[in-house]
């Protein structure tokens, strides 16, 4: 167990519906990166925050959005979702950023299936 | 942008014997961080071995070592004594602090199979 929860397992939605994955970090831990693993794209990040701030973006598209609230934990939002979303979506926690290496610990990740 | 290449889509080695997969990645930087994670039929991501690209020693973590070759841009991990346990997913990773604040860039993969 990584410490790191992510809610929730499975999701299963429509096309064009909207969905919010949350994650909950490491405690102590500031930084949140969220990752898409799919057949298509492999594992890419998306984006990452850092204690509230966004901090780096990789491949997110625009319809897909995140935040994380003062309690540090953090939400991806997927809207108008076509199939190609279907994916298994991870949160990783990490302590600091900036200051070089820190290590990532991987939550279970959420399995959403768009139909 | 940086690049992470795994040639090897699938592997096969015998219990008690050793595997290397391979991982090639491109970047201009100096100053990086290498890492092999395994996902196993869980799906839950773990980390292997980590290698700060500054240290010439190649790391080692138990029965898992890599050979590092900064100048051929190659991270390759052995897996010793292989065990049934070992039959995952194996992802080469590469990080640096330049533009993706120290985000994971991941290869393809490589499904090693271990039979008994």
């Known amino acids: 167990d990584s410490g790191v929860t992510q809610t929730p397992k499975h999701l299963i939605t429509a096309t064009g519906q909207r969905v919010t994955l949350r994650c909950s970090p490491r405690s102590g831990d500031l930084s949140v990166y969220w990752y898409q693993q799919s057949l298509d794209q492999g594992l890419q990040f998306l984006i990452q925050?850092?204690?509230?701030?966004?901090?780096a973006k990789g491949n997110i598209l625009e319809r897909f959005s995140a935040q994380q609230f003062p309690d540090l934990h953090s939400e991806l939002n997927l809207s108008s979702l076509e199939l190609g979303d279907s994916a298994l979506y991870f949160c990783?926690?990490?302590?600091?950023?900036?200051?070089?290496?820190?290590?990532?610990?991987f939550g279970p990740g959420t399995r959403l299936t768009v139909l | 942008a940086q690049t992470v290449t795994q040639s090897q889509p699938e592997m096969s080695v015998q219990e008690a014997e050793t595997v290397t997969l391979s991982c090639t990645y491109d970047t201009s930087e100096s100053d990086y961080y290498l890492f092999w994670y395994k996902q196993p039929p869980s799906r839950q991501m773990i980390l292997v071995i980590r290698q700060e690209a500054y240290k010439q020693q190649n790391a080692t973590e138990n029965r898992f070592s890599v050979n590092f070759q900064k100048a051929a841009k190659s991270f390759s991990l052995k897996i010793s004594d292989s065990q049934l346990g070992d039959a995952a997913m194996y992802f080469c990773?590469?990080?640096?602090?330049?533009?993706?604040?120290?985000?994971?860039?991941f290869g393809k993969g490589t499904s090693l199979l271990v039979t008994p």
């Open positions: 990783a926690s990490s302590v600091f950023q900036g200051l070089g290496y820190n290590e990532q610990f």
């Open positions: 925050y850092y204690n509230g701030e966004e901090r």
């Open positions: 990773a590469y990080m640096d602090g330049s533009n993706s604040g120290y985000a994971l860039n």
